[in-house]
């Protein structure tokens, strides 16, 4: 090939990025990404969004992965603007988001500027990520951008890395990019099928447990044929809400605490359960016991990969493939039972309604969380997305808010990172500009990346941030009165959130009453641009209500 057919390196990488079907870009570039921020400025398909941290961008690529299946792209200099990304791959890659990181370095070939700045990036990444690579040679970059991108989507999907030094952006070779390969995921084996269901049609008392791997595309669909089917009953863990629409009859409710909740309970009824894109990120929603007594519960696993054996968790029928697929046919060769009887796992769920219904109720001021929650699920419509940041209250939309399509309450219960939710809600308002969107943080978790508000005004964007303000750390301050610990270490002051809006040019709202707040929401809801809505609100009995009210009332029944 004649010389003047090459291209440069950095022309070459965003062409690979065209071709996996890239839009957006997140990200700060730094003067080792001039090459490839050059190159980009020439892009028809590729949109650079310009954040004012890392951290922000690295969560709004995963945020537009865990939306769209596809991974989301972001990118940073060398050295800080490197570190200030591994928060965020930590988010993705435990939280099954596909991401990927490209990150500057000096020139790798010759450097005149010794260490300054340099790390170790490649080698930082690899813990916390699925791939991590330099690119040591141009001739290298289609087939290390189609392995990244093909490494991030696959199950479980999380995020890979790739380096890119200043030298090599700047060479020119004759490569050319890989096209994207389709691929389709093996099936379930046929015997594992019927293994699963006998011991459904065995069973008096089975239930589902959907887990975080069954948040994908077509699952949702299978398992709601599946329930319709079958009449058999389902919960979720948190980071399987909404899977199914929680408003059927047959939602037994959202594994929010650890234990002795009215859904717990209902697990302890059953005596076959099918455990669905179970994810060891997420704390198990119930316990086996090999004590030596007799757990006579049978456990089946069905999930992409096989079950990690630990001491709580070892199934007895693995159901090895494509989740919906594997749905689709335990569903297809299942037929219901006249043995199943769900009454007692449906009184359940029927006490912590009534049980909801009367706290939801209380309109004090400050705000009571539990009455926040269910104003929110009131003013939204079914697709509205609700981005929570990390906090206590987290808890309280886990099993208050009924979750009515997949990924329209985006919570993070793997990584469960503070700073998360205005970026996640920002990139949600991308994804689907036509839908209502609503980022519920804690004063904390807002603060962490709170310049933000800046880009998504600059965006033109339509989002409502919602900040329950209690001047502390409200979530560990919950655990320091539940371990009978004095106060101490966990309050703070915050700035006057409303004037904090205005000044970046965002709308501003103070919270005045219970009243007031429902007002606010339908306000912001209707009205376009980017809104701050500041909520006291009063956190005096989460330790009464979620450590020992609940535990009691259920274990009454």
């Known amino acids: 090939m004649a010389e003047g057919d090459k291209r440069k390196a950095s022309d070459l990488f965003v062409e690979c990025l065209e071709q996996e079907g890239v839009e957006y870009i997140f990200g700060v570039p730094g003067e080792e990404n001039l090459d490839l921020l050059d190159s980009l400025s020439r892009s028809r398909q590729i949109k650079l969004i310009l954040t004012r941290h890392e951290q922000g961008a690295g969560f709004m690529a995963a945020t537009y992965g865990r939306h769209t299946g596809k991974a989301g792209v972001c990118l940073s200099t060398l050295g800080p603007g490197a570190t200030n990304f591994v928060t965020a791959a930590a988010y993705a890659t435990l939280g099954g988001m596909p991401m990927l990181m490209i990150t500057g370095q000096k020139p790798i070939k010759k450097s005149k500027q010794g260490r300054f700045q340099i790390l170790d990036v490649v080698s930082m990444m690899q813990p916390i990520t699925k791939y991590a690579?330099?690119?040591?040679?141009?001739?290298?970059?289609?087939?290390?951008?189609?392995?990244?991108?093909?490494?991030?989507?696959?199950?479980?999907?999380?995020?890979?890395?790739?380096?890119?030094?200043?030298?090599?952006?700047?060479?020119?070779?004759?490569?050319?990019?890989?096209?994207?390969?389709?691929?389709?995921?093996?099936?379930?084996?046929?015997?594992?099928?019927?293994?699963?269901?006998?011991?459904?049609?065995?069973?008096?008392?089975p239930l589902l447990v959907i887990g975080a791997g069954a948040n994908r595309k077509m699952t949702s669909k299978m398992l709601g044929e599946f329930v319709a089917k079958t009449g058999i009953p389902f919960l979720t863990t948190q980071l399987g809400k909404g899977v199914i629409d929680e408003r059927h009859p047959k939602f037994i409710g959202c594994a929010a605490l650890s234990a002795g909740d009215f859904v717990h309970r209902a697990?302890?009824?059953?005596?076959?359960?099918?455990?669905?894109?179970?994810?060891?990120?997420?704390?198990?929603?119930?316990?086996?016991?090999?004590?030596?007594?007799?757990?006579?519960?049978?456990?089946?696993?069905?999930?992409?990969?096989?079950?990690?054996?630990?001491?709580?968790?070892?199934?007895?029928?693995?159901?090895?493939?494509?989740?919906?697929?594997?749905?689709?046919?335990?569903?297809?060769?299942?037929?219901?039972?006249?043995?199943?009887?769900?009454?007692?796992?449906?009184?359940?769920?029927?006490?912590?309604?009534?049980?909801?219904?009367?706290?939801?109720?209380?309109?004090?001021?400050?705000?009571?969380?539990?009455?926040?929650?269910?104003?929110?699920?009131?003013?939204?419509?079914?697709?509205?997305?609700?981005?929570?940041?990390?906090?206590?209250?987290?808890?309280?939309?886990?099993?208050?808010?009924?979750?009515?399509?997949?990924?329209?309450?985006?919570l993070d219960n793997a990584l469960a990172t503070m700073g998360a939710g205005l970026p996640s809600a920002m990139a949600s308002a991308m994804v689907y500009p036509n839908r209502k969107i609503l980022a519920v943080c804690g004063d904390g978790g807002f603060m962490m990346n709170s310049q933000e508000l800046e880009t998504a005004v600059r965006l033109g964007l339509n989002l409502t941030v919602l900040i329950l303000n209690d001047n502390a750390y409200g979530m560990i301050r919950w655990k320091q009165a539940n371990m009978g610990f004095a106060d101490f270490g966990l309050s703070y002051g915050n700035p006057d959130f409303v004037k904090y809006a205005q000044s970046y040019g965002a709308n501003g709202y103070r919270v005045e009453s219970a009243a007031h707040l429902k007002e606010l929401l339908a306000h912001c809801r209707d009205t376009p641009g980017v809104h701050l809505i500041d909520c006291p609100v009063d956190y005096s009995e989460n330790d009464l209500i979620l450590n020992t009210e609940i535990k009691e009332l259920s274990r009454a029944l």
């Open 133 to 205: 690579h330099q690119v040591a040679s141009s001739d290298n970059i289609p087939s290390r951008v189609r392995e990244a991108f093909r490494i991030a989507e696959e199950e479980k999907p999380g995020a890979t890395h790739i380096e890119l030094p200043e030298d090599i952006a700047d060479e020119h070779t004759d490569s050319r990019p890989v096209p994207r390969s389709i691929v389709r995921r093996p099936t379930a084996d046929e015997k594992s099928i019927a293994q699963a269901v006998e011991a459904l049609q065995n069973a008096r008392r």
């Open 267 to 410: 697990i302890e009824d059953a005596d076959c359960i099918v455990n669905i894109g179970h994810d060891v990120i997420e704390k198990p929603p119930f316990f086996m016991h090999n004590d030596g007594t007799r757990d006579s519960r049978v456990v089946i696993h069905v999930s992409t990969k096989t079950a990690e054996v630990d001491p709580v968790y070892f199934p007895h029928i693995e159901v090895i493939g494509d989740i919906a697929n594997a749905v689709w046919q335990i569903k297809e060769a299942i037929a219901p039972s006249p043995k199943w009887n769900f009454e007692a796992m449906l009184r359940y769920r029927a006490a912590e309604i009534a049980h909801t219904a009367r706290l939801a109720a209380d309109e004090r001021f400050p705000i009571f969380p539990p009455h926040a929650v269910q104003q929110i699920r009131d003013c939204l419509p079914d697709d509205a997305i609700v981005c929570l940041d990390n906090g206590i209250y987290k808890l309280w939309f886990a099993r208050g808010y009924c979750a009515t399509k997949p990924n329209t309450v985006l």
